[in-house]
């Protein structure tokens, strides 16, 4: 074997992986739309999507409601300590009540999720009704 012939062997040896390499990233690139489909189609992504809009929007009307029911209780403490406890507390859930809000509405807004939205929860939850625990 003459020596052109065995540089061009360890060329083509080394040079397969790594045309197979950028031969693969290209078919990734090209097929990555229709896994994106497969995946936002498949049953457990719809029914997780499906009751996650359920799920959030419980747990803000829990919220809100509880931001409600405490602000009575603010106003007719007393005791500077129980007092200083409970604005902490409503605080607290006021923070959690505008995440959760903001959180849903991001959600609303992807097209991937979205389209579980089912019409009987709303397209977007109140974040500043949190600082009341009134919905509007």
């Known amino acids: 074997m003459n020596k ?4 061009g062997a360890v060329v083509a040896v080394l040079a ?6 950028y031969m693969n990233a290209a078919g990734s690139v090209a ?8 995946r936002t189609m498949g049953t ?13 929007k419980g747990r803000y009307d829990s919220r809100l409601a509880q931001i409600a029911s405490i602000a009575p209780q603010l ?3 007393t005791d500077p300590n129980e007092r200083s406890r ?9 923070a959690v009540c505008r995440d959760l809000a903001n959180d849903y509405n991001a959600n609303s807004q992807k097209a991937n999720r979205s389209i579980f939205q089912d019409a009987r929860v709303p397209e977007r939850l ?3 009704a949190c600082e009341t625990g009134v919905a509007a």
């Open 44 to 56: 457990d992504n719809i029914i997780h999507n499906y009751e996650w809009f359920f799920d959030v």
């Open 126 to 128: 109140d974040a500043v």
């Open 86 to 94: 409970l604005r902490t507390e409503v605080n607290a859930m006021k």
């Open 4 to 7: 052109l012939a065995i540089v």
């Open 75 to 77: 106003e007719a403490e």
């Open 31 to 38: 097929s990555a739309p229709a896994r994106v489909v497969t």
């Open 16 to 21: 397969l992986p790594v045309a197979c390499t």
